[in-house]
Nanobody, 122 residues
Framework: VQLQASGGGLVQARGSLRLSCAASGGTFSNYRMGWFRQAPGKEREFVASIGWYGSSTSYTDTVKGRFAISRDNAKNTVYLQMNSLKPEDTAVYYC????????????????WGQGTLVTVSS
């Protein structure tokens, strides 16, 4: 499966953005999906994940209550709604897909999008 992330940009603190990740080349509903991010000088970290049909979601503690992951299997797309953004959310955001069990570990995802940059100004 190929993944194409979009929706990043420059936003002020306390603002919102919605990231999208469009999948092609596979049966989208067969994949569990995740979002990761990598800030300058830091390692890639888990942000959120979602199961096949959206009933199972998981978030890293720093985004709970502010970010929401969802998916539309009819559109082969997974979303990350980001609200109340903070400067520390600045990073390149990557979507990823796995046919294995949901995990917060990047090594558990075999397929990756190219990343989209989110910059939050203070």
């Amino acid at each position: 499966v190929q993944l194409q992330a979009s929706g990043g940009g420059l936003v002020q603190a306390r603002g919102s953005l919605r990231l999208s990740c469009a999948a092609s080349g596979g049966t989208f509903s067969n994949y569990r999906m995740g979002w990761f991010r990598q800030a300058p000088g830091k390692e890639r970290e888990f942000v959120a994940s979602i199961g096949w049909y959206g009933s199972s979601t998981s978030y890293t503690d720093t985004v709970k209550g502010r970010f929401a992951i969802s998916r539309d299997n009819a559109k082969n797309t997974v979303y990350l709604q980001m609200n109340s953004l903070k400067p520390e959310d600045t990073a390149v955001y990557y979507c990823a897909a796995t046919r294995r069990a949901l995990t917060t570990e990047s090594l558990g995802y075999a397929y990756w999008g190219q990343g989209t940059l989110v910059t939050v100004s203070s």
